[in-house]
Each structure stands twice: as structure tokens, then as C-alpha cells.
């Protein structure tokens, strides 16, 4: 079991849900300031697990279309959560992934 999780990329996927969806409800449930939500989630925490995930998909040979999950499930749950002006940062979510997979050279086996 643990290794089709390994195969499908189910760490990404996981990754994705969980720093995509369910950290902006933590936020909204412990009722944090808008201005703190937008600073500490989307530039700080969202920016960072973007390009660690696209180097960590090149680095390990997966396929390129898993640096789609975190920028596809931060904009479900900026859709969800935030107001219209913050959705453009899924698109920046998916430009520092896809360069942070760019710059990294794969693994060597």
C-alpha cells in the first residue's frame, strides 16, 4: 500500500490537500485576521511548499504534471476562503513550482 501511495505521488497529493484546502479553514475557524491569512498563508507558507514540492518532484523523477496539485488545490481553497483579488496567487503558486522543477536537475540513478 505504502508503495502505490509512493508511485501515484500521494506524499504531493497529500501535500497539496492539506496546505491547499484545510490550512486556509484552520485559519478561518481560528478566526486570524484577513491581513495575517494572506501574509502568513499565501505569501509565506503557500510560496515556500510551492518550490520545495517542484524541487522535490524533479529531484525524485516524477512525471511534471504533479507540480499542477499544490497551485490547483490552493486555488480551490482560495476560492473557498478568500475574496476574489488573492486567486491570481495560484498562478503565482504554479510559476514557482514549475521554476523551482526547472532549476533542479533529477536525480541520477
Not at 12 to 17: C, D, G, K, P, T
Not at 19 to 40: E, N
Request: hydrophobic fraction near 60%.
Amino acid at each position: 500500500m505504502a508503495e502505490k501511495f509512493r508511485n501515484y505521488g500521494g506524499q504531493y497529493w497529500l501535500v497539496a490537500i492539506v496546505v491547499g484546502v484545510v490550512l486556509p479553514r484552520l485559519l478561518k475557524l481560528m478566526s486570524v485576521s484577513r491581513f495575517h491569512q494572506i501574509v502568513w498563508l499565501l505569501f509565506i507558507i503557500d510560496f515556500i511548499v510551492a518550490a520545495i514540492i517542484g524541487w522535490l518532484i524533479r529531484r525524485s523523477g516524477h512525471t511534471g504534471w504533479f507540480v499542477w496539485l499544490m497551485p490547483a488545490f490552493c486555488f480551490v481553497g482560495l476560492y473557498l476562503f478568500f475574496p476574489t483579488y488573492v486567486y491570481y496567487l495560484a498562478l503565482v503558486d504554479l510559476g514557482l513550482s514549475y521554476l523551482a522543477y526547472g532549476l533542479t536537475t533529477p536525480r541520477v540513478a
